[in-house]
Antibody, heavy 123, light 110 residues
Framework: EVQLVQSGAEVKEPGESLQISCQGSGYLFRSYWIGWVRQTSGRGLDWMAIIYPDDSNIRYNPSFQGQVTISVDKSLNTAYLQWSSLKASDTAMYYC?????????????????WGNGTTVTVS | QSVLTQPPSASGTPGQRVTISCSGRFSNIGSSTVNWYQQVPGTAPRLLIYNSDQRPSGVRDRFSGSKSGTSASLAISGLQSEDEAAYFCTSWDYTLNGWVFGGGTKLTVL
């Protein structure tokens, strides 16, 4: 069974750093793009960033470029999302997602598997 | 404000057919396919429809999708209480070079 298992809920103060993780299993991890989606009650869903584990090719949503860092450890089948200085506005649910498609990300790809979500509270 | 436009709510009685719309632009729906997700409260979204009208294995054929121009629709026939959830549309946007989402439609089964 294809699964994405995320790290647990986090409560942080403004200005602190944070890294959340997402471990994939049941498929060839390095051959699928893996990314992050933010969900808030006020702004809905936003695609943030995505990475191709095999060559660490990265795409950012311009709205999140410079605000977060996406990375991956192929040996652990794990993707990460990192903040260097959290803000209250980063309070949200974060989902990791697998993109089904080829190694050149584009319109033919779609997010087929979602992680269980990580709640981040900054207060 | 979400890039794709969905009605915030929809409702129907058991057995009815309901449709949920998703409106976009040429840069997204007009040039790409649409995917739909179901999110039961407290759980992660689940892929319901991909490539505008394809169902993943395990998704009941009561769910169907269509696309025309810069709009798309999700239809649910034979409505059941278990269908009560939020439904989101998404599409690739060539301006963003990434995915954009609808604001979600909360479906209530009366």
């Amino acid at each position: 069974e294809v699964q994405l298992v995320q790290s647990g809920a986090e409560v942080k103060e403004p200005g602190e750093s944070l890294q959340i993780s997402c471990q994939g299993s049941g498929y060839l991890f390095r051959s699928y793009w893996i990314g992050w989606v933010r969900q808030t009650s006020g702004r809905g869903l936003d695609w943030m960033a995505i990475i191709y584990p095999d060559d660490s090719n990265i795409r950012y949503n311009p709205s999140f470029q410079g605000q977060v860092t996406i990375s991956v450890d192929k040996s652990l089948n794990t993707a990460y999302l990192q903040w260097s200085s959290l803000k209250a506005s980063d309070t949200a649910m974060y989902y990791c997602v697998r993109a089904f498609g080829g190694n050149s990300l584009g319109a033919a790809d779609y997010m087929d598997v979602w992680g269980n979500g990580t709640t981040v509270t900054v207060s | 404000q979400s890039v794709l436009t969905q009605p915030p709510s929809a409702s129907g009685t058991p057995g009815q057919r309901v449709t949920i719309s998703c409106s976009g632009r040429f840069s997204n729906i007009g040039s790409s396919t649409v995917n739909w997700y179901q999110q039961v409260p407290g759980t992660a979204p689940r892929l319901l429809i991909y490539n505008s009208d394809q169902r993943p294995s395990g998704v009941r054929d009561r769910f169907s999708g269509s696309k025309s121009g810069t709009s798309a629709s999700l239809a649910i026939s034979g409505l059941q209480s278990e269908d009560e959830a939020a439904y989101f549309c998404t599409s690739w946007d060539y301006t963003l070079n990434g995915w954009v989402f609808g604001g979600g439609t909360k479906l209530t089964v009366l």
